[in-house]
Each structure stands twice: as structure tokens, then as C-alpha cells.
């Protein structure tokens, strides 16, 4: 049987501005949304295999920024990835446990909200 579709969805926007001289000012946002995987084998009620201690996947949508400035060969900028510090559980797997033991299980998240600055020059 083959695996269920995960539809994404991504939209990016970007605005630029030129202040004065060589100064240009920017912003871009990207908005990431994935749909919630369909349940199937161990998280589908009524399979063989069903474990309900295992959560389906959930739908989960993730924001970043940056804001920025260009002089000449310089690019300045401030970013936030995961803006609302989304966090759900991505995946949860038993590993390569053999015996059920839910305190072996592992999980997968998104990276917590992170800030920072880059900087750059081009020649």
C-alpha cells in the first residue's frame, strides 16, 4: 500500500526598499504549513500493528524572518527561524528496542525559535 500524501504548503514575501545611496533595506518572511499524516499502521485504529500510546503526526505550520541591510559589499542582517516556537512531535519511534518499552522510544521535534545575526561581504 503506498504512503499517504503530506501536502505542503509554502509562501515566501520579500520587500525591499532603497533608502539612500548604496543603502537598501529588507525583509523576507516565509511561511511553511504541513498537513497532518493520514494514520496508518501503528496509528491506525483497527490494524494489527496498532499502538495507541503512538500520537498520529500533526498538521504544524512554521514562520522565519530576517531583516536586513546592504551597503556596497556588506549585507547585515537579524533572522528568526520558528517564530512562534512551534513545536510538535514530528516522530516517535520505538528505535531498535526489542521489547516494548515505551521509555525507549525517541522522538523528533522542529528546532526551538532561533535568533540571530549574520553578516557578510562579498568582493
Partial sequence: MPAPAVE???NGRSTSSVCSGEQN???HTDYTRTSQ???TGATQPGSPKFDRLLPPL???????SRLGMRMGATDISVFVN?????????LTTAGHSTFYDPQDWLGSAL?????????????
Fill in 8 to 10: 505542503r504548503f509554502a
Fill in 25 to 27: 533595506f529588507y525583509l
Fill in 37 to 39: 499524516v493520514a494514520r
Fill in 58 to 64: 500533526p498538521a504544524y505550520s512554521v514562520i522565519n
Fill in 82 to 90: 520558528n517564530l512562534l516556537d512551534s513545536n510538535p512531535l514530528l
Fill in 111 to 123: 528546532r526551538p525559535r532561533t535568533v540571530g545575526v549574520t553578516f557578510t561581504y562579498r568582493n
